[in-house]
């Protein structure tokens, strides 16, 4: 598979054909597996094979297929397949830290994540110190001999800070800590987080995976030796396992992720450019528009802005209501990286529970807008936007 390209993997990567050699791929919905003797069956328990299975916590051909497809574009050995984005960023963590050890993390991140950080890990004595993810010089400073992990959102949502990846890699690994990357907004086409020495990589495959607004999913993607070790030792016993029909939808996704996702971007361009400068708009928040602060890095990492973008309204959260009020194709939503294009006021929703500090440090002001492009036609979702943002 690795002599093609990532579109032709994202087709064919990773497939098992059963007894009856069907072309599309089938959904094996069966918990458990049988053995031909109790001989096998005590073989299987001391060592499974790549295609050997016992119980679909720990593995099922259909997931297994979702993983190998994932890990082939994303060209890493191995991955595992969870229930959902959160179950991955747990179980990426809490697989690899004790209690006494020391984690370094970006502050711009999901509100779950912060949760798994500061509440959980925090609970079971574990440090955790928070840092700027765009200074450099704050992740040197925060780093200490007990640094077990550096985690960030390589894009943070929904500001859209863009960390350097390579460079807090060796930063990271100059200290003996492993890269554990969220890596949900630069999505898998435009991932370079594996180049850039990530040791672990984790998207929600909830949003542009599937893409189409169906399943919740996860996957942790990384060296064999890991994903495979303390990885799927933490999962396997604690059940955050993904279910095969939901590994058949995300196998289908990955399809067409490719159209999607670039689709999806090259309209998120152009309606950043469509409202950058707008009499209500303070700012618009893009990687892809030369006036993010990130700009070039954003280019030189990914090439791509990516498929969502936030912007401010001047007139604040009443604005930002009347905006979302008058929008008719856009839906209101708090999930985004769906077909279907969606909207979300971050401070009264998917960010409401953060304090006011911690809202003012993150600029997720009253005014803040975040916009996730869907697959309508460019010019209908435009023109959608110049007409709400006119009745602002
Ligand atoms: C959505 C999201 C998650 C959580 O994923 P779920 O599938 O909803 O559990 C984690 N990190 C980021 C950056 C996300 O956008």
């Not at 960023?89 to 999901?110: C, E, I, P, T, Y």
């Not at 893409?211 to 994903?227: A, H």
Request: charged share 20%; aromatic share 8%; glycine share 10%.
């Amino acid at each position: 598979m690795d002599k093609w390209k990532k579109r032709t993997r994202a087709v064919h990567a990773g497939i098992r054909r059963s007894q009856y050699n069907e072309v599309s791929e089938a959904i094996f919905l069966t918990q458990g597996f049988v053995y031909d003797s109790a001989e096998q069956a005590e073989a299987r328990f001391v060592k499974a094979g790549e295609d050997e299975f016992i119980y679909a916590r720990y593995g099922n051909p259909t997931v297994a297929m979702f993983e190998d497809r994932i890990a082939s574009l994303e060209g890493v050995e191995a991955g595992f397949a969870t229930a959902s984005g959160m179950a991955a960023v747990n179980g990426a963590l809490m697989a690899l830290v004790k209690a006494g050890d020391h984690v370094v993390s970006s502050r711009a991140l999901f509100g779950s994540c912060l949760y798994i950080l500061e509440d959980v890990l925090g609970r079971f004595g574990v440090e955790i110190t928070l840092v700027d993810g765009r200074d450099l010089g704050a992740w040197k400073a925060a780093i200490r001999p007990d640094t077990r992990i550096v985690f960030c959102e390589s894009v943070s949502n929904p500001t859209l800070e863009v960390i350097d990846l390579g460079a807090l890699a060796d930063i990271a690994h100059a200290n003996g800590a492993l890269l554990v990357v969220d890596n949900v907004f630069a999505t898998p086409i435009f991932s370079y987080a594996a180049e850039a020495g990530a040791d672990l990589i984790v998207y929600s495959s909830t949003k542009h995976i599937d893409g189409q607004g169906r399943c919740l999913g996860g996957v942790i993607l990384g060296k064999r030796e890991l994903v495979r070790g303390p990885v799927e030792a933490y999962l396997k016993h604690t059940g955050g396992a993904m279910s095969p029909f939901n590994a058949w939808v995300m196998l289908k996704s990955l399809d067409t992720m490719d159209l999607r996702v670039r689709a999806q971007s090259a309209t998120a361009q152009a309606l950043a450019e469509g409202i950058e400068g707008h009499a209500a708009v303070g700012h618009v928040l893009y990687p892809g528009l030369k006036s993010h602060p990130q700009h070039a890095l954003a280019m030189a990492q990914a090439g791509n802005g990516g498929t969502v973008m936030a912007i401010d309204l001047k007139g604040g959260k009443e604005a930002a209501f009347r905006f979302l009020n008058a929008l008719e194709i856009f839906t209101i939503s708090n999930n985004f990286a769906d077909s279907k294009s969606i909207v979300t006021h971050p401070a009264t929703t998917t960010h409401q529970r953060l304090p006011q500090a911690q809202k003012d440090l993150l600029g997720i002001t009253p005014g803040l807008i975040r916009l996730s492009c869907g697959l309508e036609d460019t010019d209908d979702l435009l023109a959608d936007v110049l007409q709400a943002l006119a009745q602002v």
